[in-house]
């Protein structure tokens, strides 16, 4: 299968890369390839004449969106919103990532995919109207992947490195750290995530709709960051702080756990965060393992 690979330098899209062996894959340089400027998008597609779209492009960075939301909804739907218009014309199934800032926080259980999203701020916002866009401009052909936390090899260059490699400069630099407690959520490793999405696509159920893949288990972001420090042997000083869920006036939701509840009926699961946190500290911090 061809598949086009939109956002291939970021961390989940360079781990579909690296774990692909079955499908040929193209995933140009977004100097190349900008979802802001889709006439570009559609003269590549028809030269490559892809089986399946995949798109891990968004602007992710949460407080940016607050700064630039037009920004924001470019990428984040109306680009979306052409991809998925772009597929139905070529009859080309469309996958499509998506966020758990789709949801308010307010339950206390894991979100199926079946849940009515509510989200508190611009990000979350704009996910969701890439989903409803998505959906509404391909229904037949789109697909929605909702993931949480994500961490890679590749890091996040539009946040400054991922939660992970970040928490290891914290340690290495010694001194106090404060981190939030309040707000419980589903770290996930792209490369598990990956290979998840690289089954599903394969699946020989794979159909249109939403789709929740996630590391199986549950923290906050201090006990995510206190298995870091445990990896590391690192005796910093780690301070748990209730935030209330705030990064100055935006809201970030208290609870956006998802349940793989699709992709599990299909045989798709994840293994659990402190499984994969273990592997990738091993892996990029050997020094550590």
Known sequence: MKILLIGGSGQLGGDIARNNVA??????????????????????????????????????????????PEKAFRVNCVAVRDLARLCRRGDIPFV?????????????????????????????????AGELAARSAAPDHAVIIRTCGLYGISGARSKGGNFVDNRVSDARAGGDLE????????????????????RLIDH????????????EGECSWYEFTKAIYSELNSDANLRAVDRKG???EMR???????????????????????????????????EHA
Not at 41 to 61: D, G, M, Q, S, Y
Not at 111 to 119: K, N, V
Not at 179 to 198: G, M, W
């Open 179 to 198: 981190i939030s407690f309040e707000q419980i959520v589903c770290p996930t490793s792209t490369d598990d995530l990956s290979k998840a999405v690289l």
């Open 96 to 128: 499509n990532f998506s966020s758990n800032y789709v949801f308010g926080g307010e339950r206390r259980k894991p979100y199926t995919e079946s849940c009515c999203p509510d989200p508190l701020q611009v990000y979350g916002m704009t996910r969701l």
């Open 204 to 215: 020989a159920d794979f159909k249109p709709g939403v789709y929740h893949l996630v590391n």
């Open 23 to 68: 499908h040929e894959i193209l995933a140009p340089p977004r100097d190349t390839l900008d979802l802001e400027r889709m006439d570009d998008v559609e003269i590549l597609v028809t030269r490559f004449a892809p089986h399946l779209i995949l798109n891990c492009a968004a602007f992710h960075n949460v407080p940016q969106c607050e700064q630039l």
């Open 252 to 286: 970030r939701p208290l609870y956006s756990v998802l349940a793989n509840t699709r992709a599990r009926a299909m045989g798709i699961e994840l293994p659990p965060w402190r499984d994969a946190l273990h592997r990738y500290m091993c892996s990029k911090y050997a």
């Open 246 to 248: 705030l990064s100055g």
